[in-house]
């Protein structure tokens, strides 16, 4: 990748020149043009909803998402959107200034959910699950206001483990957040074009580039939320052993469904012996494996 300014998109005019900032950059946007492909995210001539709530998952997403475009590998174009859900203290002015800077087309749009979140929801429960519906719900419709026809997000690697261990302990299920889907109504796909990328690695690149974070105070401020203690376990995992989380990760695109319980994927009571071996079996000496 060149570092002239006249050749890369403004996103990046400050980008550290170091070594292993180069190589974070390069892995995270090969790991993302991987999952692009890989996932058939691409109808060229499409119009894409980046959701971008400022955190450093969702600045990475959009940088990484102008990157490509700007090297003409995403044929598609980019409308960031930040979506004001009225929480108090929150900056509103930070993201609209940094867009403009950056001059990356942008919607800003208010919906105060907070205080629909506080009232609906009890004492001492968490906020997360009503919060992230009436949010979905408020992008589908701007990308369809916007003529969009893919709402992406920014969850990556570490979002969708997480989201399977807490199916797994807490919903006594096999399921996770797919890098891919089609919305209930059936007329918006949702993308998550970091889903190959580390946690870490976002982490790092938006503390090297200096992107102006915002926390999230309405779920962020709870203590002892099912995610949190997800990760911790998982933190746990990978202090003892590092590299698990991906093999863990390697494991979500590697199903076996014959060798898993679940009877609408496997037709197990369909399945037979081979008649030939069982031929040979009943006449003579049983067949050694």
């Not at 059936?186 to 982490?203: I, M, N, Q, T, W």
């Not at 076996?256 to 994927?265: C, G, N, Q, Y």
Request: proline share 6%; net charge neutral; glycine share 6%.
């Amino acid at each position: 990748m060149l570092d002239d300014l006249n050749d890369i998109h403004p996103l990046f005019h400050d980008a550290p020149s170091s070594a292993n900032f180069k190589k974070l950059r390069k892995r995270i946007v090969r790991q993302t043009r991987e999952a692009i492909e890989q996932y058939g995210m691409i109808e060229r001539g499409a119009k894409w909803l980046v959701c971008l709530s400022g955190g450093k998952d969702s600045y990475t997403l959009l940088a990484v998402l102008h990157e490509l475009k700007w090297r003409g590998l995403l044929p598609v174009e980019l409308l960031a959107c930040n979506l004001d859900q009225g929480q108090p203290n929150f900056p509103a002015t930070v993201l609209p200034e940094f867009l403009e800077r950056m001059q990356v087309p942008h919607r800003v749009e208010y919906q105060d959910t907070y205080s629909i979140v506080k009232d609906k929801v009890p004492a001492g429960r968490t906020y997360c699950a009503l919060c992230s519906r009436l949010r979905r719900g408020n992008l589908y419709r701007i990308a369809r206001e916007e003529g969009c026809s893919a709402v992406v997000l920014g969850h990556h690697r570490d979002d969708i483990l997480e989201t399977f261990f807490m199916n797994l302990f807490h919903g006594g299920r096999l399921a996770t957040m797919p890098p891919k889907l089609v919305n209930e109504e059936g007329d918006l796909f949702v993308y998550r074009p970091l889903a190959h990328v580390a946690e870490e690695d976002c982490e790092k690149f938006a503390k090297a580039m200096n992107y102006p974070i915002i926390p999230c105070d309405l779920c962020g401020s709870q203590d002892g939320l099912q995610r949190q203690q997800v990760k911790q376990i998982l933190d746990q995992w990978e202090a003892n052993s590092p590299g698990r989380r991906q093999v863990m990760f390697k494991a979500l695109t590697n199903i076996r469904p014959s060798h898993m319980m679940d009877p609408k994927l496997f037709d197990f009571a369909g399945l037979l012996r081979d008649p030939l071996k069982f031929e040979q079996e009943s006449d003579g000496i049983p067949q050694l494996r």
